[in-house]
């Protein structure tokens, strides 16, 4: 099985920016397509990006349509999260998996979760 470690979250002001990282170990990183999804206290975990094994496709779900940007690289087993004018309601705790199937097939790994935490 794959290790995930996500890393990257903090507290920050609305409009801010931060970049999250999630680190793969113990598996063969290129063959998965991954996702970011986020749980706000209350809530479900929700999806919020998805890339493909190479990279080639991206998908976004609508909230953070145009500010956030996935991306990987494969020879340092990481994807991340460039998440950019924050909002509030972005606050959440931030997971990376891997997915089954692009974009949104069931995830097989989970990692721990970093939490971002955006104020007003």
């Known amino acids: 099985q794959v290790q995930l470690v996500e890393s990257g979250g903090g507290s920050v002001q609305a409009g801010d920016s931060l970049r999250l990282s999630c680190v793969a170990s113990?598996?063969?990183?290129?063959?998965?397509?991954m996702g970011w999804y986020r749980q706000a206290p209350g809530s479900i975990r929700e999806s919020v990006a998805a890339?493909?094994?190479?990279?080639?496709?991206?998908f976004y779900e609508d909230p953070v349509k145009g500010r956030f940007t996935i991306s990987r690289d494969n020879a340092q087993n990481t994807v991340y999260l460039q998440m950019n004018n924050l909002k509030p309601e972005d606050t959440a705790v931030y997971y990376c998996a891997t997915l089954k199937w692009f974009p949104q097939g069931e995830p097989d790994s989970w990692g721990q979760g970093t939490q971002v935490t955006v104020s007003s």
């Open positions: 113990g598996g063969t990183f290129e063959s998965y397509a």
């Open positions: 890339i493909t094994w190479d990279g080639g496709r991206k």
